[in-house]
């Protein structure tokens, strides 16, 4: 590929011109029996930018955005079991305070 082709992160679906994305193999000597995906339009039009990725590196991109995406998750879910035990313990301090604000009531 000789053309500066705009980067597409993850699996496309869509080419930028709006039309839908193909899947073919390659028949080049370089890349013998490779997926590719391209767009409907670009291969009639070859001479315009149109979409095209080789299906395993788009792969590649999606396994990493996946694995991103993880990170981000778990880092939230460790906040978020951060955020429930400080709620716990204020939940346990306050109920302690209600109920020794109680029998304070009652017994005086
Ligand atoms: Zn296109």
């Not at 013998?32 to 339009?41: D, G, N, S, V």
């Not at 039009?45 to 990170?71: C, G, N, P, S, T």
Request: hydrophobic share 30%.
């Amino acid at each position: 590929m000789t053309s500066q082709r705009r980067t597409f992160d993850g699996i496309p679906s869509r080419c930028w011109c709006g039309k839908g994305i193909v899947t073919y193999v390659s028949k080049t000597d370089e890349n013998p029996y490779r997926r590719f995906y391209r767009c409907k339009l670009g291969l009639k039009r070859k001479k315009e930018d149109h979409l095209f990725k080789w299906v395993d590196e788009a792969m590649f991109d999606e396994l990493r955005r996946i694995d991103a995406q993880q990170a981000i998750t778990e880092e939230e879910i460790e906040n978020l079991k951060k955020c429930l035990k400080k709620a716990d313990e204020r939940v346990d301090v306050g109920c302690i305070g209600i109920i020794q604000w109680l029998f304070e009531r009652v017994c005086n």
